[in-house]
């Protein structure tokens, strides 16, 4: 999970070579810029907060680079959306890891 400028970390490492370790990604409102990274298989959970800037060009950019990904917005919330309402985003990460999306050998 990276949120916000952890991104800039996070975001990288599990897009790096050799990242057979990482099953999933959870992005909230995470930096991350599309140049000089390859495309992930890694499944992708990306939430924003629709008051943040969930399709500005770095959002675009985290869409761009996890091929297998599901985009939430979490309605009315600012930039530290999973404080807005705790119980939507709970429920989507759930989700996420219960297996709301095919894994890297079903893509």
């Known amino acids: 999970v990276a949120a916000s400028a952890g991104g800039s970390v996070g975001s990288p490492y599990v897009l790096s070579a050799g990242n057979e370790r990482v099953a999933g990604y959870v992005s909230v409102s995470a930096v991350l810029d599309d140049e ?35 985009m939430v917005v979490m309605p009315n919330a600012p930039h530290p959306c999973y404080l807005k309402d ?3 985003f709970n429920a989507r990460l759930l989700q996420f890891v219960g297996g709301a999306l095919p894994s890297r050998g079903e893509v």
């Open 86 to 88: 705790p119980g939507f």
């Open 36 to 70: 000089g990274f390859n495309h992930s298989s890694v499944p992708a959970l990306l939430v924003w907060g629709e008051l943040d800037a969930p399709t500005s060009g770095k959002a675009k950019a985290h869409e761009r680079l996890f091929s297998t990904h599901l």
